[in-house]
């Protein structure tokens, strides 16, 4: 079975975020599924796409290194904004939009401080990808 495609509104964590945060797609000339933009691996600017996970707790993130040294080596978590450090990563190999390989269920992007952004709720309940 193919992995569910990721429309805007998929529900995203971060392995070193506090909260889960939902994925941002823009609908300008995008292919729509069960009435959504579907997103492509592009799909991973902060701000926009990828909104902060509350408060991050890696010690990678300049705020948190700086705030745990401030409380002696306590870790301190700080506000969190997603620094992706490349596109993301998706199981859907063959299925793309405008030739970019659209998101499935399982994708993944690696923030630059050392988290794991993942997809915990693509989105889509009917549509398959391949």
Not at 63 to 77: F, M, N, Q, R
Not at 118 to 130: F, H, I, K, T, Y
């Given at each position: 079975?193919?992995?569910?495609?990721?429309?805007?509104?998929?529900?995203?964590?971060?392995?070193?975020?506090?909260?889960?945060?939902?994925?941002?797609?823009?609908?300008?000339?995008?292919?729509?599924?069960?009435?959504?933009?579907?997103?492509?691996?592009?799909?991973?600017?902060?701000?926009?796409?990828?909104?902060?996970?509350?408060?991050?707790?890696?010690?990678?993130?300049?705020?948190?290194?700086?705030?745990?040294?401030?409380?002696?080596?306590?870790?301190?978590?700080?506000?969190?904004?997603?620094?992706?450090?490349?596109?993301?990563?998706s199981p859907a190999t063959r299925s793309t939009a405008g030739g970019i390989p659209l998101l499935a269920a399982g994708s993944t992007c690696m923030c630059a401080y050392g988290g794991v952004i993942?997809?915990?709720?693509?989105?889509?309940?009917?549509?398959?990808?391949?």
């Open positions: 079975m193919s992995p569910l495609p990721v429309v805007s509104g998929a529900l995203l964590q971060c392995s070193m975020g506090l909260v889960p945060t939902p994925l941002t797609v823009l609908p300008v000339a995008r292919v729509m599924i069960e009435k959504r933009p579907a997103a492509r691996i592009t799909d991973n600017v902060p701000g926009l796409n990828i909104t902060p996970f509350g408060l991050c707790r890696s010690p990678a993130n300049p705020a948190v290194a700086a705030a745990t040294a401030a409380a002696l080596g306590v870790l301190t978590p700080m506000p969190c904004w997603p620094v992706p450090a490349g596109p993301w990563i993942s997809v915990q709720m693509p989105g889509a309940l009917r549509s398959q990808v391949s």
